[in-house]
């Protein structure tokens, strides 16, 4: 989330979304979930809204049953 914002101020190449979300679902969410919140990024987004928080509460599911 920091590097994406950061090209995004200097105007540079960005990170792809679909790329942002694979990497919340393969085990990044809560990392992701810090870094919408501590970098206010991608926070008006309904896709990063949503399934970030989905994938984190699946994350601790998974968990919690192994």
């Known amino acids: 989330m920091y590097l994406d914002k950061q090209f995004a101020k200097r105007k540079l190449r ?3 979304e679909a790329t942002l979300l694979f ?3 393969m085990g ?3 990392g992701s979930l810090l870094g919408m919140m ?3 990024h991608k926070t008006r ?3 990063f809204r949503i ?3 989905l994938f984190l509460l699946l994350h601790t599911m998974l968990l919690i049953i192994i």
């Open 51 to 53: 399934l970030i928080p």
């Open 23 to 25: 990497t919340a679902l």
């Open 14 to 16: 960005r990170i792809p």
């Open 28 to 30: 990044g969410s809560l």
């Open 38 to 40: 501590l970098f206010r």
């Open 45 to 47: 987004k309904p896709a």
